[in-house]
């Protein structure tokens, strides 16, 4: 069992907007930053979005982030089908004194 | 360009030591903070370690307390893993990452395989 809250999955079609939930609690999300990550089949993860809401150099802006509270959401816009990976969330637990994760989500482009 | 080289993994049986290592290039390693992440087959990723830029501060995920044990030599730009008292479910992928502040692993290696079986 994750410490953070992902849905197993989400879908949508080419071109549309898909939102991803991460949930956690107050000593991760809701007092630390969010990154996210996706990870294409086969291959190491990848950062997406660091500090709730920034994007590394390279990372279009299709992909966003927020954060309210202890929970955070992914954006995507404008699907494409070079997006189906796996994408997780991920942040600092100040009470565990540990990195923690999201149990990941399947982004599937219909 | 930043390149993370894991090696090390391989297969060992329940109660075996395994060390895993990391070489680091393209950027001034001694001034990360370092961490390992790993992800059993088929299944999400767990944050294992991490390690401050001169190994003074290591943090450990509780499944892998006292067992694991992670280190860095900055003269060499590497990173390691040993890893004591195997278990089964210590069965996955090992990536080491880079760091960045707030807790973005912004730099990934291609993982290697640890399998823990009899």
């Known amino acids: 069992q994750s410490v953070l809250t992902q849905p197993p999955s989400v879908s949508a079609a080419p071109g549309q907007k898909v939102t991803i939930s991460c949930s956690g609690g107050?000593?991760?999300?809701?007092?630390?930053?969010i990154s996210w990550y996706q990870q294409l089949p086969g291959t190491a993860p990848k950062l997406l979005i660091y500090?709730?809401?920034k994007r590394p150099s390279g990372i279009p802006d299709r992909f966003s982030g927020s954060k309210s509270g202890t929970s955070a959401t992914l954006g995507i816009t404008g699907l494409q089908t070079g997006d189906e990976a796996d994408y997780y969330c991920?942040?600092?637990?100040?009470?565990?004194?540990?990195?923690?994760f999201g149990g990941g989500t399947k982004l599937t482009v219909l | 360009e930043v390149q993370l080289v894991e090696s090390g993994g391989g297969l060992v049986q329940p109660g075996g030591s395994l060390r895993l290592s990391c070489a680091a290039s393209?950027?001034?390693?001694?001034?990360?903070?370092m961490s390992w992440v790993r992800q059993a087959p088929g299944k999400g990723l767990e944050w294992v370690a991490n390690?401050?830029?001169?190994?003074?501060?290591?943090y450990y995920v509780d499944s892998v307390k006292g067992r694991f044990s992670v280190s860095r030599d900055n003269a060499e730009n590497s990173l390691y893993l040993q890893m004591n008292s195997l278990r089964v479910e210590d069965t996955a992928v090992y990536y080491c990452?880079?760091?960045?502040?707030?807790?973005?692993?912004?730099?990934w290696g291609q993982g290697t395989l640890v399998t823990v079986s009899s």
């Open positions: 390690i401050k830029e001169d190994g003074t501060k290591r």
């Open positions: 500090d709730n809401n």
């Open positions: 393209g950027f001034t390693f001694s001034t990360y903070w």
């Open positions: 991920g942040t600092w637990d100040s009470s565990l004194s540990s990195g923690v």
């Open positions: 990452a880079r760091l960045a502040a707030r807790q973005a692993l912004v730099y």
């Open positions: 107050t000593s991760n999300i809701g007092n630390n930053y």
